[in-house]
């Protein structure tokens, strides 16, 4: 079974009929909880994880039969981390898996139940299965409900001043749609825009014409230092006439400060490092690399000197 997933909202919506929660940097799964089998977690695109997250098997201990959605994140000093994750999503070794659990460990923040003791929950109402998350105990170090609220303009204030992704708002009266993006939960992320400077194209695959991403970097003593790869966002006329812009300064070399990986070399056009770009991101990764980045234009207004100590 796939998660019901948001649409992205424009105005966070108010009045009685609608709770609001913390959009949470974390990997989303589905949690089919059994007392005789343990649990067993499935990510979005429904591949079995549950070797990448033993402290979620004591769910096992709660005695119910139930399939949970939820949000497994690494809090740390109590702000989601993704990249604390990303050194275990992919790992099976369960020696490997335990040491990082130990150092990392994770917490399953569970805010919807499809099914309960053997029955189909999905066509209740969001209050009414709430209510019966709320008779499940789910509060530990590993798996616990978040909260809700009622004034979704003022959480997601806090959750930008806190630097968290974002917020969803979710109508009370909504059923759960396995595999539907639908507006009955409407997803507010918070993502924070930079100037970068781009010392680097590619084309698309397939083609020798059509952009299909810039290298961006920040100035530093030695040239740019890479701060990632931007690809969405560039399509289009707005493409095309980054990629005629970006043709004018071509350049034999390349121009950060450090050899890039294997992935990045080959098939990059080099550039002199003086077209400067808009770029929203969702986060930095802990090698100081962009995640989630998104292009958003020229900034002909500012000079690469400009990008520099942006903080």
């Given at each position: 079974m796939q998660p019901m997933l948001a649409t992205r909202g424009d105005v966070v919506p108010t009045g009685a009929g609608w709770v609001h929660e913390v959009k949470w940097d974390g990997i989303r799964a589905l949690v089919d909880v059994s007392p005789r089998a343990g649990a067993r977690v499935w990510s979005r695109n429904q591949n079995d994880i549950s070797a990448a997250w033993p402290e979620l098997q004591g769910l096992a201990d709660l005695g119910r039969d139930c399939l949970l959605?939820?949000?497994?994140?690494?809090?740390?000093?109590?702000?989601?981390?993704?990249g604390a994750?990303?050194?275990?999503?992919h790992l099976r070794d369960p020696r490997r898996v335990a040491q990082l659990a130990e150092r990392s460990p994770v917490t399953l923040l569970v805010f919807d139940?499809?099914?309960?003791?053997?029955?189909?929950?999905?066509?209740?109402?969001?209050a009414e299965r709430r209510a019966l998350l709320d008779t499940l105990g789910l509060d530990a170090p590993?798996?616990?409900?978040?909260?809700?609220?009622?004034?979704?303009?003022?959480?997601?204030?806090?959750?930008?001043?806190?630097?968290?992704e974002g917020i969803v708002s979710k109508r009370l009266t909504s059923s759960y749609r396995p595999?539907?993006?639908?507006?009955?939960?409407?997803?507010?992320?918070?993502?924070?825009?930079?100037?970068?400077?781009?010392?680097?194209?590619?084309?698309e695959t397939g083609s020798d014409r059509r952009l299909g991403s810039v290298l961006v970097g920040e100035p530093s003593a030695g040239g740019l230092s890479f701060?990632?790869?931007?690809?969405?966002?560039?399509?289009?006329?707005?493409?095309?006439?980054?990629?005629?812009?970006?043709?004018?300064?071509?350049?034999?070399?390349?121009?950060f400060d450090a050899p890039l990986d294997r992935a990045h070399r080959i098939g990059s056009v080099w550039v002199e490092p003086?077209?400067?770009?808009?770029?929203?991101?969702?986060?930095?990764?802990?090698?100081?690399?962009?995640?989630?980045?998104?292009?958003?234009?020229?900034?002909?207004?500012?000079?690469?000197?400009?990008?520099?100590?942006?903080?």
């Open positions: 959605d939820g949000e497994i994140v690494a809090l740390g000093d109590g702000v989601p981390s993704f994750l990303a050194d275990r999503m139940i499809l099914r309960l003791d053997g029955s189909d929950v999905t066509g209740r109402t969001l590993c798996w616990q409900v978040p909260a809700w609220y009622d004034d979704g303009a003022s959480l997601l204030d806090a959750a930008e001043q806190q630097g968290l595999g539907v993006r639908s507006r009955d939960w409407l997803k507010f992320p918070i993502r924070p825009t930079r100037s970068f400077v781009v010392g680097a194209y590619r084309f701060r990632g790869k931007v690809g969405s966002g560039i399509a289009g006329r707005r493409g095309q006439a980054l990629g005629e812009l970006l043709r004018a300064h071509e350049r034999a070399e390349s121009p003086v077209v400067v770009v808009e770029v929203q991101f969702l986060a930095w990764t802990r090698d100081g690399r962009l995640r989630q980045p998104a292009f958003l234009g020229v900034r002909h207004d500012l000079e690469p000197n400009d990008v520099a100590g942006q903080g």
